[in-house]
């Protein structure tokens, strides 16, 4: 477990301690209260541990001698076990009302905590003292300290809480990410993701180290944070790497997206493996940088990292991407039944160290479950990764005495002289395996896009109707949001058929399908399809009999008309003497050609 994780459980903001017991004293008058400032439940706030901000608290209590009272407020956590104390003794007025302008924000919790005003000095839990959930999100910045990297910012660690969830971050040469699942009662329930998409400072290959998780042009480099791990003393070691990085809190649902930049350093060349203070005494920049953007919403976690050039030279770029499970309430407990099914498997299976798997090309994902555990058990969860380039191998490394499942991911690309190689993934964790196959799916459909097939017109067909069908099969992972034939749209049914007729206009005509899935990815097919209307073409049929005459019409699309009778001396009965409209004629299709047969003399 990477330092971040550690000062997660162990950090709080300005406010005070933890508390779990109500001290002896004389019993309070205040009989209940309502916080009304935050008035909105949840509440959803960042606290800044670089620069620790405040918020407003406000709100009134029913006391029979109000103005003579004072209240502290607290902040219950989601399992009801404990509150952190925000403010102490604030007067209540006459009115029966309290506020604190600039009440200290709690720091880095897992999860939601309940704001109630309680009697000074009480910590009893009471529905009486009502309040609105609290949820806030944490960041701080690690910086070095002492010459010649004094100031030198290398690490963060954030914390992310949502009513379902309490995800930790960090840099990716740290733990980048942690995640966690609450209860219904927005207590921690289980640790599912333990330092995923990490490139730390060893790669653990499944016996022993042999190099850095990330190597540029063939030598190992490192991350700030990972450059800071990487030997004894690295602190002081000239050229450390800084980050910068930023984080945005969405107002409505807590959810974070975090933009982080990190440059990655080198040893001097022909540095021996591991690095140390004496043959590592420099860091100096590989030409490569790592910008990496973290999407935290509900129950999936996205982290798209984009690498580019910074000195104009394209760099191969060889990554171990390092992911830990535990699905387990205690973070540190090893779960040795912990099962995989990757892409192309249909059932789960257990993996010891030094197992490497081999998955299809093209995106993917792999459903994680702990085997031991029933579905939808509430203190352990279920875990999906999807890609959306599959790695050349992944490689199970956790010895079990790691406390994890951890397993790499191995990438070899080259980042461009201009424009970004760039690596995506998706992070899912729920309690069944149904909610976290169906959240993974969600997150693999925006790396692919739907499959259409036109069966009706065939390409290239002519016709010599003006009515036709444009009909196929439309299919996704996840589904057809909409589906449209020439801008308009047709309906998909379960199956994934579709049918709609169209009007031909003489000519080629195209017809274009445009189908959608759920992820807004999309896919576009055309069918060119000719109408060449019939035409009655009157045939010579002078001479002809009756019946030659009436097949010859059929032929050039006429139609027989009225036939008459004459004499005639020169031409044989039964005979041809003239139509009408005359031979040679171009008429539309089906029009009737009137007949005069001879009758003889």
């Known amino acids: 477990m990477s330092r971040s994780l550690r000062a997660a459980t162990v950090i709080l903001g300005a406010a005070g301690a933890l508390a779990l017991a109500a001290p002896a004293g004389a019993l309070p008058t205040i009989t209940s209260s309502q916080v009304t400032t935050p008035s909105a439940s949840p509440t959803y706030l960042t606290y800044d541990a670089d620069n620790p901000n405040t918020f407003a608290v406000a709100g009134n209590v029913t006391s029979p001698s109000p103005g003579s009272e004072t209240v502290d407020i607290r902040c219950y956590s989601g399992d009801q076990g404990g509150s952190i104390l925000i403010a102490s003794n604030l007067t209540v007025q006459p009115d ?296 050349s191998q992944i490689l199970f490394i ?42 993974a799916l969600s997150a693999e459909d925006a790396f692919v896009s739907p499959s259409v097939k036109i069966s009706i017109p065939r390409n290239g067909e002519v016709s010599h109707s003006p009515n036709s069908d444009v009909t196929g099969i439309a299919t996704d992972l996840v589904g057809i949001s909409s589906l449209t034939v020439n801008g308009k749209a047709v309906a998909v049914y379960a199956d994934g058929s579709f049918s709609t007729p169209v009007t031909l206009k003489t000519g080629a005509n195209t017809f274009t399908v445009l189908a959608k899935n759920t992820a807004g990815n999309s896919t576009t097919v055309s069918v060119e399809i000719t109408y060449k209307p019939l035409i009655c073409k009157v045939p010579k049929l002078a001479g002809k009999s009756l019946s030659a005459a009436r097949t010859a019409l059929r032929k050039a699309n006429c139609m027989t008309g009225k036939v008459t009778r004459r004499h005639s001396g020169t031409v044989r009965a039964g005979r041809v003497i003239s139509s009408n409209p005359k031979s040679g004629g171009r008429h539309k299709a089906g029009t009737k050609v009137a007949l005069a047969v001879s009758q003889g003399l």
């Open 96 to 391: 029966g009302t309290f506020s604190d302008p600039a009440a200290p924000l709690p720091g880095l919790q897992d999860g939601p905590c309940r704001l109630r005003a309680v009697p000074t000095g009480v910590t009893d839990n009471e529905p009486s003292f009502a309040g609105p959930l609290l949820v806030v999100d944490s960041m701080q910045t690690t910086k070095l300290t002492g010459p010649p990297n004094n100031g030198v910012s290398y690490d963060f660690n954030i914390q992310g809480n949502e009513l379902g969830v309490a995800d930790s971050f960090s840099s990716a040469g740290d733990c980048p990410f942690g995640g966690g699942l609450l209860d219904t009662a927005y207590g921690f329930a289980t640790r599912v993701f333990s330092c995923a998409a990490q490139l730390a400072s060893r790669n653990l290959d499944g016996t022993l180290d042999t190099r850095s998780e990330a190597q540029v042009d063939g030598v190992d480099a490192y991350p700030p944070a990972a450059a800071e791990q990487a030997f004894s003393d690295a602190d002081a070691t000239p050229g450390m790497p800084a980050l910068s990085y930023s984080a945005t809190q969405n107002p409505s649902t807590g959810a974070l997206t975090v933009e982080d930049s990190e440059p990655l350093a080198r040893c001097p060349v022909g540095t021996p493996f591991p690095p140390t203070a004496a043959t590592c005494t420099s860091f100096s920049p590989t030409g490569v940088q790592l910008n990496r953007t973290i999407s935290q919403s509900g129950h999936l976690v996205a982290i798209t990292d984009s690498y580019t050039s910074t000195d104009g030279d394209s760099h191969s770029l060889d990554l171990l991407y390092q992911n830990g499970v535990n699905l387990a309430a205690d973070s540190f407990g090893y779960q040795p039944n912990i099962g995989y099914e990757f892409p192309g498997q249909s059932s789960y299976a257990p993996h010891a160290r030094g197992d490497a798997v081999s998955v299809p090309a093209g995106p993917g994902m792999i459903l994680i479950k702990n085997l031991a555990a029933d579905d939808g058990d509430p203190f352990t969860g279920q875990a999906a990764v999807t890609y959306d380039i599959s790695p």
């Open 398 to 439: 956790s010895p079990a005495s790691t406390g994890a499942s951890d397993f790499t991911m191995h990438y070899v690309g080259t980042v461009p002289a201009v424009g970004a190689l760039t690596y995506k993934f998706v992070y899912a964790q729920d309690f069944t395996t149904a909610a976290v196959t169906s959240e």
